[in-house]
């Protein structure tokens, strides 16, 4: 352990552990087994990343996505650390070079798609090689009922009978306990070691709205991160293609990211993510996974995803650097509807459902508390919450609540009285009294339910019915149309039996008309010495064909540009800035300080 706080220090520029890593750290070294459950941007990577500089031979990660290795390996040479990556992107001879350091005891970490590492060739070369550990990264992949799986994670176990006796880690941010179980009997992890360090990233605030003009409300959040990177996540490829094409209209930097597109197109529109400040990517959930851009301000939803799981892993992609960000999700009657639709038409089995359906029923419950969201997305997890968060919207503007007993006795008599045959648009128009050509076709207009609604508008009756339905009280039914039906839960709220209180939506706002701006500079710090640095960083990374990112992070240009450090040595002392990076990019940033003084100087000269 004195070694790694030496290497911390020394090649990542950190004076200390946090989060539990120096615990999971002793265990791998030790040469025990681990599953790690650590928030997004907590730190996994560095549980795997600093054992297997240390033990003797080459630590192999188990990695999803191309993208994902690539990037990772870069990062790490930037640190000066031996790493490399082994996948199909390669000519044939660098592939053999790669394999020629493994064999020859000259890498530390070798990153490999987990169907190339299960190839029988590849197992047979690493067998002729010393292995320091394996690390599994995005573990939740293996579990069947995830959000994230894939097929060829389940070969993973037979890892343990080939490298016997090597430490083996799963790390994965999102794993409710099911999921944790799942990945210990499909890896053969009976033996490890659990480090769950918690779910909580109290820099992102959780908002969640009330769908009623999606474009203009996507386009008043995104005014107020005019200048932020971030990503805008959709459900199909047609409304990522149309959103991203209307943000462009409207002066955003907006680029769409979905698997029906070019394979070039989608890399090229990724790396400018990745490389350039303010640009927006609008997806669908093909992106994300393991996508290692800290600086995000926000994650947006203009659709519903899948389950909390999918919807935690998704807005975990903000804020990576610790800084302020934000989650941000509109939601409708209509995604209810829609994921119900897509649930019922799926070829899952009629238990793999039943799991899905509980998942999203808890997605939708956790969209309408009344308390703090924070409080309530922890307690999915298994995890606490000492005391309201004071960073969501329901902390920030407590919503109201009205007695809806009398409002949910009359839609759930009128959905009884048309039959259980409509969707729905129809009911609504029937509680309203408006005098359709379907409720003229059939006769609905007899009905005594017919218009004693009228009291109620068409958005506060949808919010009724949505409630509704996220509570149990009405089943959506795919093979007529979406048409709506009670369920037994609705015969004691319709004798009386019980009441119901229901959240009431805020009013719609037309957004006002804001400035666009590049993105804030730090109060505490000369706005002329940080857009230098930035742009420095910017140059560095454009000549190493990296993001700027990985030459450092904002936080780490925050405190250099606060601090002002004049020599090497009081550089080193920054957080983030290792021995490598100070011997590749510490005369540029000096001479970039050194400047902006000589600059102040010469002002105060002149007054």
């Not at 994650?299 to 610790?322: F, M, N, W």
């Not at 990985?550 to 250099?560: G, N, Q, R, S, W």
């Amino acid at each position: 352990m004195e070694r790694a706080r030496a290497l911390l220090r020394e090649v990542y520029g950190y004076s200390e552990f946090r989060g539990g890593q120096a615990d999971i750290i002793a265990q791998v070294l030790a040469g025990g087994d681990a599953l790690v459950l650590m928030p997004t941007g907590g730190g996994k990577s560095l549980c795997y990343q600093l054992p297997a500089m240390i033990r003797p031979g080459v630590g192999l990660i188990v990695s999803p996505l191309i993208a994902l290795m690539q990037d990772q390996v870069a990062a790490l040479r930037q640190l000066g650390a031996r790493a490399a990556f082994l996948n199909s992107t390669l000519p044939y001879a660098e592939q053999r070079a790669v394999l020629d350091a493994t064999l020859g005891g000259r890498l530390d970490l070798l990153y490999l798609a987990p169907e190339r590492l299960l190839q029988e060739e590849t197992l047979n070369l690493l067998a002729g090689a010393e292995v320091a550990l394996i690390a599994i990264d995005e573990a939740h992949c293996v579990s069947q009922w995830g959000h994230d799986f894939r097929q060829d994670y389940l070969g993973l176990n037979v890892l343990a009978e080939h490298f016997p006796g090597v430490p083996r880690l799963a790390l994965t941010a999102t794993a409710d306990a099911d999921t944790r179980e799942e990945i210990l009997v499909r890896l053969a992890l009976r033996d490890a070691q659990r480090f769950v360090r918690g779910f909580d990233r109290p820099n992102i605030r959780y908002t969640v709205q009330a769908k009623t003009q999606p474009r203009e409300q996507l386009v008043a959040f995104l005014e107020r991160h005019a200048g932020h990177a971030g990503i805008v996540y959709a459900m199909t490829r047609k409304r990522v293609d149309e959103t991203a094409a209307m943000l462009r209209e409207r002066g955003f930097d907006a680029l769409p990211y979905h698997a029906g597109m070019p394979a070039a197109e989608r890399a090229a529109n990724q790396a400018r993510f990745l490389r350039e400040d303010g640009v927006i990517i609008v997806a669908t959930i093909a992106f994300g996974m393991g996508i290692d851009k800290p600086d995000a301000r926000f994650v947006a939803h203009i659709d519903l995803p899948k389950s909390v799981e999918a919807y935690y892993q998704e807005t975990g992609r903000a804020g990576r650097d610790g800084e302020p960000a934000e989650a941000w999700m509109i939601y409708g009657l209509q995604d209810v509807v829609r994921l119900a639709q897509l649930l019922d038409q799926s070829e899952a089995g009629a238990e793999q459902k039943r799991v899905e359906r509980a998942r999203l029923d808890s997605l939708l419950g956790w969209c309408e508390v009344t308390t703090c969201r924070r409080h309530a997305l922890l307690a999915h997890f298994g995890d606490t919450l000492p005391a309201d968060c004071g960073n969501c919207d329901t902390c920030l503007d407590p919503p109201r609540t009205w007695d809806g007993t009398e409002a949910a006795q009359k839609l759930l008599s009128c959905v009884y009285r048309t039959g259980q045959f409509f969707g729905a648009g129809h009911i609504i128009d029937v509680l309203r009294g408006k005098d359709t050509a379907k409720a003229r076709e059939r006769r609905h207009e007899r009905l005594s339910t017919f218009g004693i609604g009228a009291e109620l508008s068409d958005r506060q009756w949808r919010s009724v019915l949505r409630q509704l339905l996220v509570r149990g009280y009405l089943h959506t039914d795919v093979r007529r149309y979406g048409a709506l039906s009670l369920t037994p839960k609705a015969r004691p709220l319709l004798r009386g039996e019980e009441r119901v209180h229901l959240r009431e939506d805020a009013s719609p706002q037309r957004p006002a008309a804001a400035a666009r701006k590049r993105s804030e500079v730090p109060a505490d710090m000369p706005p002329a010495l940080w857009e230098a640095l930035r742009e420095e960083r910017r140059r560095l990374a454009e000549a190493a064909n990296v993001p700027p990112y990985v030459i450092f992070h904002d936080a780490t240009l925050h405190e250099m540009a606060r601090q002002q450090p004049s020599t090497p040595a009081a550089l080193l002392q920054l957080h983030g800035v290792g021995q490598a990076k100070l011997d590749r990019y510490g005369a540029a940033f000096l001479d970039v300080l050194r400047r902006w003084r000589d600059a102040e100087a010469a002002d105060v000269a002149a007054q």
